[in-house]
């Protein structure tokens, strides 16, 4: 055999071991862990021993992909069904935040060059979710994004950059769009109009 030839073979047995550990990642972290089988204690139990710092077990359909060493859930999180996220970097949600279906988190960027080539290898940017945020149905959570405390995401918003503390965000890309009053207010429904 050739150099090349032996360089070739070992480069194509990376990837095939690097695709064979990808598939066994997303049977366990995607399969095996978001089914509806499978009661969220189990779930819960299932992230502990991977490494992941969990006080709650993400609902039906989560799937994780990256590291579960860089996930850490909070106390009295709710992730509603189809959560996913991707702890290339570190992820942590607060305590008693809410998150709804089909929720995206994401910490892989891929930056360009000058020449406007992607760079294949991605750079994690970590997203931290603070305590008592609610996040809405279908939003996106960018790379290296901040959710400070008692923050309110509209379904579908895609989420970028800091979002502070006390206020309701919504949109594309998601900006404060209101203010949130204290827990003490109450928001009369609508009344129909006649």
């Known amino acids: 055999m050739t150099e090349h030839t032996t360089t070739t073979a070992s480069g194509a047995a990376a990837r095939l071991r690097q695709d064979l550990l990808y598939g066994l990642e997303h049977i366990v972290f995607t399969s095996v862990l978001g089914s509806p089988l499978l009661p969220g204690v189990a779930r819960r139990a299932m992230l502990l021993a991977a490494g992941a710092h969990v006080g709650s077990g993400p609902g039906i359909g989560f799937a994780l992909a990256g590291s579960a060493r860089n996930l850490t859930i909070g106390h009295g999180v709710f992730c509603n069904k189809r959560v996913s996220v991707e702890a290339i970097a570190p992820v942590s949600i607060g305590d008693d935040t809410s998150i709804g279906m089909d929720v995206l988190i994401i910490t892989s960027h891929h930056g360009f060059d000058g020449a406007g080539q992607w760079n294949r290898t ?13 996040i809405g ?4 959570v960018l790379p290296g994004t901040v959710i400070e405390d008692d923050v309110v995401v509209a379904a579908g918003a895609v989420v970028r950059g800091t979002l502070r503390s006390g206020g309701v965000y919504g949109g594309v890309p998601a900006k404060r769009i209101r203010e949130l009053g204290p827990a003490s207010e109450t928001v009369e429904p609508a009344q129909p109009v006649r």
């Open 137 to 140: 149905a279908r939003a996106t």
């Open 122 to 134: 991605p750079e994690g940017r970590p997203v931290r979710i603070g305590k008592r945020v609610w």
